[in-house]
Structures are given as C-alpha cells and as structure tokens.
C-alpha cells in the first residue's frame, strides 16, 4: 500500500479536540492541596505549565517532588480529572472539522498522553472514533514526554508519511514530538499552554482548530 496522497494530521486529545482544560485546572489545583500548594488560576496554569509534569510540579515547589510526593499528586489528580471530566465536551467545531477532513479523503489519528484504556470509551462515546486511523492513548506510567509515543503511532500507520503529517496540539510537547519523526505542527491556545509560551518553539500558533486545520493543510503541501 503507497503513501496517502494528502496530508495526515495526528491529534491530540486534552485541551485540543476534547476542550477538558476546567477539569484539569480543578484536579490540578486538589493535588496541589495535598502539598499545601496556593490553587492556580488557569492564566497561572497556562503560564508555567510544562512537560514532564514532574517538572511542571518544581516549578512551583522550586524542587522537584519526590517520588512518593509525585505518586500522591498523580493519583489526586487522576481521581479528581475522572470526576470533572463527565462535564466536558468537545472543543467547537470538532465534528464538523474531522468530517470534513474525511469526506476530503485525508487521514487523521489520535494520539495522547491520556491512558489508552480510558480514552478509547471516550472517543467512541462521542461517536467520532471512525474518522480515525487509530486512536492511542498513553501504556505505561504517567509523567513522561510524547516523543516515544509518536514512533511508535506513526510505526503502526500504513502509508503515512511523517513529512506529509501535522501534528495539531495544545502543548509544547507536541510539537517537539512532531519534530522526533520528522513531521510538523501546529499549537493551538485553548488548553494548557499560553500563547507566549507556544510562539517559543517556532511552530506556528492559533487560536482555533478550524485555523489549525487551514494551516495544516498548508504545511503539508510545503512539503
């Protein structure tokens, strides 16, 4: 089987097609409780926000948690997350945008840091899985970058070509992602990172999805 002729985007899942940046300000700010930390304001949290998220967590402790601090915060959150999430939804416009990118005859996937086992019910219960590929979701511990995920999801996409694909994401993280295969991205500003702090890896930056799209589309055919 040859290459796609168009362009593939890989999508990621929190903060960019699911727009859940409520629930993890609040499940963020219940784990900082367990350390006595002061709660962030989601202007603060997309200020200092960064993975891996034991570095996000020195940050603000100006020492990197230990591992049973960092074990305490990861199952909080978790916890907490799984009860605000069932009050999220998809960002504006979701589904219509991954239509269109079908009916185009173009591929799309998912992949996030999320856990597989969880996020493979959610995608599907928002009737959107078959416009995907596939749909990955983190195996093994919390905590690490996507660098490694991305080969391995690009390894198992039969005739994708990593030069003809985008990666559309909320955090910085994706992008140096995208640049481990050799694919590009673009960032968008509605989950965990501010503007400022994404317009500093040098991809390009917007402000909607249906933006992230256009500006796919035109990275692809540069390439």
């Known amino acids: 089987m040859g290459k796609h002729r168009d362009a593939h985007i890989v999508w990621d899942w ?54 049973a601090e960092w074990e305490l915060m990861d199952t909080v959150f978790h916890r907490h997350y799984t009860e605000h999430r069932v009050r999220c939804g998809l960002a ?6 991954l239509s269109e990118w079908a009916s185009a005859g173009r591929s799309q996937s998912i992949l996030s840091m999320y856990g597989h086992e969880e996020l493979v019910p959610l995608v599907r ?25 991305m080969v ?10 990593p030069a003809r694909t985008v990666v559309i994401g909320d955090a910085a993280d994706d992008a140096l992602a995208a640049r481990h295969v050799g694919a590009r991205a673009v960032l968008y500003t509605g989950g965990s ?9 040098g991809v390009p930056v917007v402000d909607t999805l249906r933006e992230a799209v256009v500006e796919a589309e035109r990275l692809a055919a540069a390439a």
């Open 193 to 201: 990172h501010g503007r400022s702090s994404l317009e500093a890896v």
């Open 14 to 67: 929190n903060g960019t097609l699911f727009h859940d940046v409520d629930a993890v300000i609040g499940a963020t700010n219940a784990a900082f409780a367990e350390l006595g930390l002061e709660p962030l304001t989601l202007e603060r949290y997309r200020e200092l926000y960064c993975v891996p998220v034991p570095k996000f967590y020195e940050r603000l402790l100006g020492r990197l948690p230990s591992q």
């Open 152 to 161: 391995r999801h690009l390894g198992a996409l039969t005739g994708v070509d």
């Open 92 to 97: 504006e416009g979701v589904v219509e945008l």
């Open 125 to 149: 219960g928002f009737g959107i899985e078959p416009h995907f590929l596939r749909v990955d979701g983190r195996t093994g511990p919390s905590g690490g970058s996507k660098a490694e995920h």
